[in-house]
C-alpha cells in the first residue's frame, strides 16, 4: 500500500497525487480508481465511500443516490485530508471503480 501525498493549488481549487499516470486530480480519477482505499487525515485512515458505497448499490440495499452522497463526502475528506492511499503496488495505474 502506498501513501500518495497531496499536492495543493489553492489557485485554482485542485488537489493532485502523483500516480503512475503522472500528476492526476484527486477529486477525478482517485475519486474514481479501484486502487483509491482512502483518505489519510492526520494518522488516521478514512476508507473511500465510494467502494462501501457501490458495494451497497450492488447488493441492493442503497439507492443510487448514496453514490453521489459518497463522492461529496469525499470531496470533504480530501479538504480535511493529507494523502491518499492506494494498493497500486504493480503500478499500473488508474483503474475505474464502475
Known sequence: ??????????????VTVDCTDGAVSVYSHCA???????????NRLTPSPQ?????DVRKGVAADESLMNAAMLF???VRD??????DDDKDTGFS???
Not at 474514481?32 to 492526520?42: F, M, S, T
Open 1 to 14: 500500500m502506498k501513501t500518495l501525498p497531496f499536492r495543493r493549488d489553492e489557485r485554482k481549487s485542485r
Open 32 to 42: 474514481y480508481c479501484r486502487h483509491c482505499k482512502g483518505v489519510r487525515i492526520g
Open 51 to 55: 467502494g462501501q458505497a457501490l458495494h
Open 75 to 77: 470531496n470533504t475528506l
Open 81 to 86: 485530508g493529507d494523502a491518499i492511499e492506494c
Open 96 to 98: 475505474g471503480l464502475y
